[in-house]
Nanobody
Framework: QVQLVESGGGSVQSGGSLRLSCAAS????????MGWFRQAPGKEREGVAV???????SYADSVKGRFTISQDNAKNTMYLQMNSLKPEDTAMYYC?????????????????????WGQGTQVTVSS
């Protein structure tokens, strides 16, 4: 049984930092395309960042240069380091995993590409 458990969310002021974690069981994160998504109230869920099994990464334009996605093989955990946070980053953040080791170019728009999802962790950024 695959489980993805997010943690690390919280409330911070604008300009602050948080590191989200996604602990996986039932799959090995470095063998999959793994991603972070977020959903703000009243908005659709959107892609934030992905990392493929070869270590290649891709980011949404809105977070480039501020967020970094990474993995720890020993801990079977994926991370999202978020710096220079803005109020518009406020959302529920979800981690997700594909069945495959590569990430499709349409990863940020096609949520159906991802087979497994966590329950989410809330990030709130105040101005």
């Amino acid at each position: 049984q695959v489980q993805l458990v997010e943690s690390g969310g919280g409330s911070v002021q604008s300009g602050g930092s948080l590191r989200l974690s996604c602990a996986a069981s039932g799959i090995t994160v470095i063998t999959r395309c793994m991603g972070w998504f977020r959903q703000a109230p009243g908005k659709e869920r959107e892609g934030v960042a992905v990392i493929a099994s070869d270590g290649s990464t891709s980011y949404a334009d809105s977070v480039k240069g501020r967020f970094t996605i990474s993995q720890d093989n020993a801990k079977n955990t994926m991370y999202l380091q978020m710096n220079s946070l803005k109020p518009e980053d406020t959302a529920m953040y979800y981690c997700a995993a594909r069945h495959y080791d590569y990430c499709s170019p349409s990863w940020s728009k096609n949520l159906a590409l991802f087979a497994y999802w966590g329950q989410g962790t809330q990030v709130t950024v105040s101005s």
